[in-house]
Antibody
Framework: EVQLVESGGGLVQPGGSLRLSCAASGFTFSSYDMHWVRQATGKGLEWVSA???????YYPGSVKGRFTISRENAKNSLYLQMNSLRAGDTAVYYC??????????????????WGQGTTVTVSS | IQLTQSPSSLSASVGDRVTITCRAS??????LAWYQQKPGKAPKLLIY???TLQSGVPSRFSGSGSGTDFTLTISSLQPEDFATYYCQQLNSYPLFGGGTKVEIK
C-alpha cells in the first residue's frame, strides 16, 4: 500500500524549533518530488516547501530562511526542520508526493498521495 | 502568481450542477489541479493538468480551462461531495487557491 506517515508534531514555544518527519512506503520514494503543505484551523491549504529528486529545494517567502526541507532516500524519509517558529506557524502539516517536474519546470501531475498530517502548535 | 477561487462558499442540493471557478493572476497554461477536502481529512486529488480526471474519481467531476481561467464542475452533486474544494497551480511554487466550501442547501 502506498502510504505517507508524518510524525514529530507537538507544542513548541515561540522562537523554538521542531523537526517533522514523513515516512514513505509502497512506492519508489527517490523517484518523486516531495512537498510539505500546512493548514491552520479553519483556514485554507498553504504550500510550505518542496524538494526535487535531485535535492533541489523551494520555499514560499513566508518560511524561507526559517524552514529547511530535506530527504533521505535510503530511509524513504522526508524531513522539515522548522526554526524561529511563530504563532502563525501553528497548523496541521501534511507531506505529499508529486511526480517530478516536466521540461518546463512545472508539475504535470498533482499531489496524488498525502499523509494524515501532524499538528504543530506554537504557543507560550 | 496568485489564484482566486469563486465563490468562497455555495449552498446546493443533491442532484444540482455545481461550478467553481479559479482565476490565475497570470497564465499557467494547463498546469492546474483540483482537490477535495473533507473535515479532518487530507486533501484528495481530483483533477490534474486542468482537465484530466485522477484515477478512481467519479466521472461527475470534470475540469476545464487553460491560461488564466479554470472551472471545476460537478454534474450532479451527491451527498458525499459536500466538502471544500481547492485549486492549485503546478509551477515551481505550487500555491493553492483560497478554497470553495460546498454546503447542503
Amino acid at each position: 500500500e502506498v502510504q505517507l506517515v508524518e510524525s514529530g508534531g507537538g507544542l513548541v514555544q515561540p522562537g523554538g524549533s521542531l523537526r517533522l518527519s514523513c515516512a514513505a512506503s509502497g512506492f519508489t520514494f527517490s523517484s518523486y518530488d516531495m512537498h510539505w503543505v500546512r493548514q491552520a484551523t479553519g483556514k485554507g491549504l498553504e504550500w510550505v516547501s518542496a524538494i526535487g529528486t535531485a535535492g533541489d529545494t523551494y520555499y514560499p517567502g513566508s518560511v524561507k530562511g526559517r524552514f529547511t526541507i530535506s530527504r533521505e532516500n535510503a530511509k524513504n524519509s522526508l524531513y522539515l526542520q522548522m526554526n524561529s517558529l511563530r504563532a502563525g506557524d501553528t497548523a496541521v502539516y501534511y507531506c505529499a508526493r508529486v511526480s517530478p517536474r516536466d521540461e518546463s519546470g512545472s508539475y504535470y501531475y498533482g499531489m496524488d498521495v498525502w499523509g494524515q498530517g501532524t499538528t504543530v502548535t506554537v504557543s507560550s | 502568481i496568485q489564484l482566486t477561487q469563486s465563490p468562497s462558499s455555495l449552498s446546493a442540493s443533491v442532484g444540482d450542477r455545481v461550478t467553481i471557478t479559479c482565476r490565475a493572476s497570470q497564465g499557467i497554461s494547463s498546469y492546474l489541479a483540483w482537490y477535495q477536502q473533507k473535515p479532518g481529512k487530507a486533501p484528495k486529488l481530483l483533477i490534474y493538468a486542468a482537465s484530466t480526471l485522477q484515477s478512481g474519481v467519479p466521472s461527475r467531476f470534470s475540469g476545464s480551462g487553460s491560461g488564466t481561467d479554470f472551472t471545476l464542475t460537478i454534474s450532479s452533486l451527491q451527498p458525499e461531495d459536500f466538502a471544500t474544494y481547492y485549486c492549485q497551480q503546478l509551477n515551481s511554487y505550487p500555491l493553492f487557491g483560497g478554497g470553495t466550501k460546498v454546503e447542503i442547501k
